[in-house]
């Protein structure tokens, strides 16, 4: 049986950047704090953490003074920043650049007093982020139907988290367009994550199964799964090797091996060995 790992799933560069500013400060130093999970894939994070990463949550950020902190690629409010200033903390930034880019229009157009409405998971790092740049008067919605909920006496601007789907982001811009309002439209998702909606699904089309490795975490995971799913319904999720099913591949003849902008490559080469050990027992 073929089985086949997408050259184009793993890491995106922002991820690929923090994780390399990570172990080249754990490599000198032995230790640094990271605010939050480096990225939504605990195999990762869990290797990491044998290397000297301490993961806190802003809540033990508040009570460190004196230490070195990471900014992990999903970026920061500016309360952040804030905090590390008066606690003495050197900080490593991390933060995605697209990310940044997306922080300061958002900021500027906040500053222009038009209604800011982001396309997000609620309670998403990134998203936290976001709403910090408005002092949290952002409006976050998960789908088209909350449009219609949205009370529009303000000049609209809509933004997006950066690794949401384009095809969802572009129907709630039809349902903006559709009222009438003064509306901005802002697409801000990062091409490095749109671009890969088209490619898996060429490559979920190409095999019998497709096994698409993601943190549970992850957002940017669930969005791309939905992709490979609507393709092939031969489609499983999975975070490790443990959750492989046997009878996935009775009778099958390719396997494909994806995952999201969070999931490393070796989980997915660790994965596609055990493919070939579980499809011949």
Known sequence: MLVEIDKNSGFCFGVVYAIEMAEDFLDENGSLYCLGDIV?????????????????????????????VLIRAHGEPPETYRIAMENNLELVDASCPVVLKLQNRVRNAYDEDRQIVILGKKGHAEVNGLIGQTQQDAIVITTEE??????????????????????????????????????????????????????????????????????????????????????????????????????????????????????????MEEIAGAIGEVAVV
Not at 40 to 68: C, F, P
Not at 220 to 245: Q, R
């Open 40 to 68: 939504h894939n605990d195999k990762e994070v869990n290797r990491l953490q044998a290397k000297g990463l301490q993961i806190i949550d802003h809540e033990q950020l508040k009570e460190l003074h004196d230490a070195t």
């Open 146 to 267: 909350d449009v219609e909920k949205l009370e529009l006496d303000k000049p609209i601007s809509l933004f997006s988290q950066t690794t949401k789907s384009t095809q969802l982001l572009y129907r709630i811009k039809e349902r903006f367009e559709e009222k009438g309002v003064d509306f901005k439209f802002n697409d801000t998702i990062c091409r490095q994550v749109s671009n890969r909606e088209p490619e898996l699904r060429k490559f979920s089309e190409r095999h019998d199964v497709i096994v698409f490795v993601s943190g549970k975490k992850s957002s940017n995971g669930k969005a791309l799964y939905g992709t490979c799913k609507e393709v092939n319904p031969h489609s499983y999720f999975i975070s490790s090797k443990e959750e492989l099913d046997q009878s996935w591949f009775a009778g099958m003849n390719s396997v494909g091996i994806c995952g999201a902008t969070s999931t490393p490559m070796w989980l």
